[in-house]
């Protein structure tokens, strides 16, 4: 099987054929990469120098345009935070779509960050925008990243049935209406012959 897939992909490549792009179904969404304003690094804050984070303030958002790529359907929401923040909320455009809910605070660092769950699935397609908002509450926090994970695909729409076709004369119909039509012709004429034959005798 292996070597029959090798020589597929061979064959291919060769033509110059791409071979199918595979639909993402999990997505990281990294909050330093779209946030404007202060990132905080885990060089001295409980982490290696790898490890960033937002630092979300009170009624901002993180906006995400989701890949072209990603497989429409039901997703999970999971968020990496740390901070006293207890709540974000998830908006898929200008809906709000669920909330995530932190037990409670954490202290500030890499090393006490929590992973939390938004309290329903969300619906996702390529292309949509997906934003998390800190509350303007007062509370404060840190936001490393966003996880998608993929549990319900859409279904594919069903193609449309076809059109019947119109109930119109075959074309071998035509034939026997022609056929009919000079039938009655001669029949009338033959009568209108028999007719002027009395009429003379």
């Known amino acids: 099987m292996k070597k029959a897939l090798t020589l597929i992909l061979t064959i291919a490549f060769a033509l110059g054929v791409a071979a199918p792009a595979l639909a993402v179904s999990e ?82 660092g890499f090393d006490v960050m929590t992973t939390d769950a938004a309290t329903a699935n ?12 800190a509350p303007d509450n007062g509370e404060y926090g840190w936001v490393d990243w966003v996880k998608l994970t993929l549990v319900n695909a859409a279904q594919p729409t069903a193609p449309a049935e076809p059109a019947a076709p119109a109930n119109n004369p075959k074309t071998g119909d035509f034939g026997f209406i022609w056929l009919a039509i000079a039938l009655l012709g001669a029949a009338s004429v033959t009568s209108v012959f028999l007719v002027k034959a009395k009429k003379k005798s």
């Not at 690094?41 to 009170?58: H, I, K, R, Y």
């Open 122 to 133: 969300i619906q996702l397609k390529p292309g949509d925008t997906i934003a998390v908002e």
């Open 27 to 108: 997505v990281y969404l990294e909050g330093e990469d779209v946030y404007g304003g202060n990132i905080n690094n885990g060089a001295t804050m409980g982490g290696t120098e790898n490890d960033n984070a937002a630092d979300l303030q009170p009624g901002e958002k993180l906006s995400f345009i989701l890949p072209a790529d990603l497989t429409e359907g039901e997703y999970t929401v999971e968020v990496r935070t740390t901070g006293n923040r207890t709540d974000y909320n998830v908006y898929v455009g200008d809906t709000l779509a669920a909330t995530v809910k932190r037990p409670e605070g954490s202290g500030w």
